[in-house]
Each structure stands twice: as structure tokens, then as C-alpha cells.
């Protein structure tokens, strides 16, 4: 009998070519997000595959007697109800750090963005203009103090690349060592609030749990030295926007960053048309090399899973 599988999001045709033919499956892709939705499309499936925007709640785990396993393309799973989950005895694969090089390199993309006021020379030019006066006074990557809120795998990825620029970064991050700080390209603080008090630039690469909700609030950002920029790529609720959007001003803060949101699609916020805010549609960690290897990866750990093997016998043959 084959083990029925649902793909509930958008998965690399990676995976579809080699779960395709593989014949101990059976897939169902029906892409369901919203909660009431996945509750009614989850059906007899032993396996879920999603993304970080299906709302895999209690209800929808409750909706699906033969489910095992929930398999997600991502490193953050904070959108499954991971106590439901355990209660039925369904285990949760990620993949973490597969998307970590393409998360990293778009954070060292927005910095130098923001810090060389690309935004704000680009519409300049729209404009007709052509002013170089001031170029001068921008700086090099290697004139900011970098602060890391995680070190994790995307926090370490960013660290090195950092790194190659010329930064000296530091990271707090109260759990891991200082020695596999040191690995990771970082010097370890041992506050947040020392390492926000001494970043030009905070960057945050966290999960989303009840201690970094909000963990970038007013209070905090207001200990941040003058003219600071502010990233988030990890999850939306880890920074108050509205906070950030307040002290947008060059003066308190000269820059912001934001992939993620509290709502995705992000709903009821005024955006200031200011070139010092960018906005991307939580897209870090998406990129060719990024989605393919999640793919191969996931088709992987599901057959592991399920056969406590990866090669289907589609590839054997």
C-alpha cells in the first residue's frame, strides 16, 4: 500500500521529480493555507508537507486521524502546533540552514543598500538628477559594528560574510559557547542590551518563541546608538514595526530592513514613501540554488521517515 502524501504548498519541482515516480508514494498536491481550508483538504494523508504560511494548527492536526508526519521546507516551524503535534505522536521534519547562504547574502544586500543610500540615489536619478557631492560622506561596510541577534545557522552565514567585508561582528546568543561563537566568525556579548547599545547595524536571526516576541521593541531600539540600521529576515512579531517606523527619521534610526511581517501579506500599516525602508516579500531565503536543495532534501528525510531509507525504487531500477 502506498503512503499517502499531501503537498499543502508550493515545493521544488526537485522534489516532484523524484516523489513523482517514486511508487511506494501516493501525492496529493492541493495547496491549502488558511487554517479552515488545510483542515478540510488534510484528509487520510500520513504525510503534510507545507511552508511556513499553512496554518498548521491543533484543528487541522485533529482533522487528520492518519497523520505521521508534517514536513516543512523551512527552519523556522513556529506556524505548527508543535504540543498537538506531540500528543498524537506526529513528528515535525524541518530542514534548517539549507536557505542560509540566500538569507545571508540578501541581509548583506539591504546593508549595503542602505548604508551606500542606494534607494535614495536611484530615485535622484529618476528624478534627473546627478549629485555626487555627498557621495563621500557614506561608508564602507567596515566602518559599522555589527550586532547579531542568533547565531544560528543564517546568524553564523551572515557572521562570515561580514567577515570578508571587513566587519567585526558580535552576536548575542545565550544558547551556544563562546568557542562555537568564535567558529561562526562572531565575538559573543552577554546581553542583548550590550550588544544593542554598540551596533550601527542589528540584523535578527532568531525563531519566533514567547522570549523573541517583540524582542525589538521601542524601549530597546531607543538604546541603539545614533543613525542605527535595523534588519529582520527571521520572523515579523521579533521586531515592533511600528516602533521601528517611528524613529525612521535618519536621526534615530537611519535605516530598516523588513522580509517579514506580522501578517503575510502585511495588512493595516501606513509604509512612509522614505528610500531608508525596504521592503521584500519575505523572499531571503529564496533563491534557485536554496529551493532545489530543500527539495532533494525534503523528498529525502520523508522516505527516511516513512522507509528509514532515501532511495526510492524508481532510482534503484
Not at 549629485?131 to 566602518?143: K, M, P
Not at 551572515?158 to 561563537?181: Q, S, W
Not at 538604546?223 to 529576515?233: D, E, F, G, W
Request: proline letters at 5%; glycine letters at 10%; one cysteine or more.
Amino acid at each position: 500500500m502506498k503512503s499517502r502524501v499531501l503537498i499543502a504548498a508550493d515545493v521544488d519541482p526537485a522534489f516532484h521529480e523524484r516523489a513523482g515516480v517514486d511508487p511506494r508514494l501516493e501525492i496529493r498536491v492541493q495547496p491549502a493555507h488558511a487554517e479552515a481550508d488545510l483542515a478540510a483538504t488534510v484528509g487520510d494523508a500520513e504525510v503534510l508537507v507545507t511552508r511556513a504560511h499553512n496554518e498548521v494548527t491543533r484543528r487541522v492536526i485533529e482533522s487528520a486521524p492518519s497523520l505521521r508526519f508534517i514536513a516543512q521546507g523551512t527552519s523556522g516551524l513556529d506556524n505548527i502546533d508543535g504540543d498537538a503535534a506531540a500528543e498524537r505522536g506526529i513528528r515535525i521534519i524541518g530542514i534548517p540552514g539549507e536557505n542560509a547562504n540566500a538569507v545571508a547574502e540578501l541581509v548583506i544586500c539591504h546593508m549595503i543598500s542602505l548604508t551606500r543610500t542606494v534607494g535614495e540615489y536611484d530615485r535622484m536619478m529618476r528624478g534627473g538628477g546627478w549629485s555626487r557631492g555627498d557621495c563621500a560622506t557614506r561608508r564602507e561596510l567596515r566602518g559599522y559594528r555589527l550586532g547579531i541577534v542568533g547565531l544560528g545557522r543564517v546568524g553564523g552565514r551572515v557572521a562570515r560574510l561580514a567577515g570578508a567585508f571587513g566587519m567585526t561582528p558580535r552576536a548575542y546568543d545565550p544558547y551556544i559557547a563562546h568557542a562555537t561563537a568564535l567558529e561562526r566568525g562572531a565575538s559573543l556579548v552577554a546581553t542583548l542590551d550590550e550588544l544593542v547599545a554598540s551596533s550601527d547595524i542589528l540584523t535578527m536571526h532568531v525563531p519566533l518563541t514567547s522570549e523573541t516576541n517583540r524582542m525589538i521593541d521601542g524601549a530597546v531600539l531607543d538604546r541603539l546608538p545614533r543613525r542605527a540600521i535595523v534588519l529582520n529576515t527571521c520572523r515579523g512579531p521579533v521586531v515592533d514595526v511600528r516602533d521601528a517606523l517611528a524613529r525612521l527619521d535618519g536621526v534615530r534610526l537611519a535605516g530598516l530592513a523588513l522580509d517579514v511581517y506580522d501578517d503575510e501579506p502585511p495588512r493595516g500599516i501606513e509604509w512612509p514613501d522614505t528610500p531608508r525602508l525596504i521592503l521584500t516579500p519575505h523572499i531571503a531565503g529564496c533563491s534557485g540554488e536554496s529551493k532545489a536543495s530543500i527539495g532533494r532534501l525534503l523528498y529525502e528525510k520523508i522516505c527516511d521517515a516513512l522507509f528509514g531509507e532515501t532511495t526510492s525504487a524508481a532510482e534503484r531500477s
